[in-house]
């Protein structure tokens, strides 16, 4: 266990907000959840309490009905809300306002460097980039975290965030100069870009290109399963950042794309998505 971190809020309990929730409390972290749907989330939590006696799980998760309640008292907040920068900053200012003096504040974008954050708050060298990556299962976590400075970020709040990363035993992915999309992310996101574009241009079936996929990387799922799993309006929220960041047509992901999440189709949180789930 980190020995300057013992409790941890979540803001933002969605897919990965609930993950992220998971692992800290099976390495016997406190976590404080909040989300704006109060309903889904105590959902979430009366289904865990099942989970915990299945599971022997240490750290307690807890509800609670406000962000100001939710981070008072901790040592990391981790932002986990949708990938929309006026959100984030709106989330970020108001984190800043009530989080003990000593908190680190954390965002899980998966896109946007911490240093278009920084402006929101006063402790401009107490935030970081933790990008976690989703994992196979319903509520894992891919064995590694990307992790990166803001601007003003000091070498003692990174070191602190390297050391809670390795102590959920997690890779830490260290990022060693700004860099929009990360590590892995940046490297995930230009194979998933092809791939929309050989889908929605009409080149291939999307079948075939998972197919090419697992066949090369031995992996169980193609790209187009993991977007499923991601959910198609997070993935269309991550590329119109990208593009919005570049000004590059070619950026733009595609209209196809947008027409699903028009409709609906979500991937496997609506149980379609490129596939029927
Ligand atoms: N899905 C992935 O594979 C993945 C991986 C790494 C990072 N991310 C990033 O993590 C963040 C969350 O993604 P997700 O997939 O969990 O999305 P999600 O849509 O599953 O969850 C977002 C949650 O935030 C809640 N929310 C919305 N506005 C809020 C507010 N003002 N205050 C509190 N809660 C609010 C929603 O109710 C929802 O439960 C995004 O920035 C995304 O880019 C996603």
Wanted: net charge neutral.
């Amino acid at each position: 266990m980190s020995d300057k971190i013992k409790i941890i809020a979540i803001i933002g309990a969605g897919s990965m907000g609930k993950r992220i929730a998971i692992k800290a409390a099976a390495y016997n972290y406190d976590v404080h959840l909040y989300d704006i749907d109060y309903a889904s989330l105590q959902k979430f939590i009366k289904s865990r309490k099942n989970q915990i006696k299945a599971t022997n799980s240490l750290g307690e998760i807890t509800s609670y009905y406000s962000i100001d309640d939710a981070v008072t008292k901790t040592d990391l907040i981790i932002e986990a809300i949708p990938e929309k920068l006026d959100l984030k900053l709106e989330i970020f200012n108001q984190i800043d306002k009530v989080a003990p003096h000593h908190a680190i504040i954390a965002t899980n974008s998966s896109s946007f460097p911490v240093s278009k954050l920084e402006d929101a708050v006063k402790r401009k060298d107490k935030v970081l980039n933790i990008h976690f990556y989703i994992g196979a299962g319903e509520y894992a976590l891919t064995e590694m975290a990307d992790i990166m400075k803001g601007t003003m970020t000091s070498n003692e709040t990174f070191e602190i965030g390297k050391n809670w990363i390795e102590s959920i035993e997690l890779r830490p992915l260290v990022v060693k100069k700004e860099s929009y999309g990360f590590v892995y992310n940046r490297i995930w996101r230009a194979i998933k870009k092809e791939c929309l574009k050989v889908w929605a241009e009409g080149y291939a079936d999307l079948k075939d290109i998972d197919a090419a996929w697992k066949i090369t990387t031995k992996m169980s799922d193609g790209p187009f399963m993991i977007m499923d799993k991601i959910g198609l309006d997070v993935v269309y929220d991550i590329e119109m950042s990208y593009f919005q960041h570049s000004g590059n047509p070619d950026d733009k992901p595609p209209q196809a794309l947008k027409d699903m999440i028009d409709k609906g189709i979500l991937g496997l949180k609506t149980r379609e998505g490129f596939y029927k789930h």
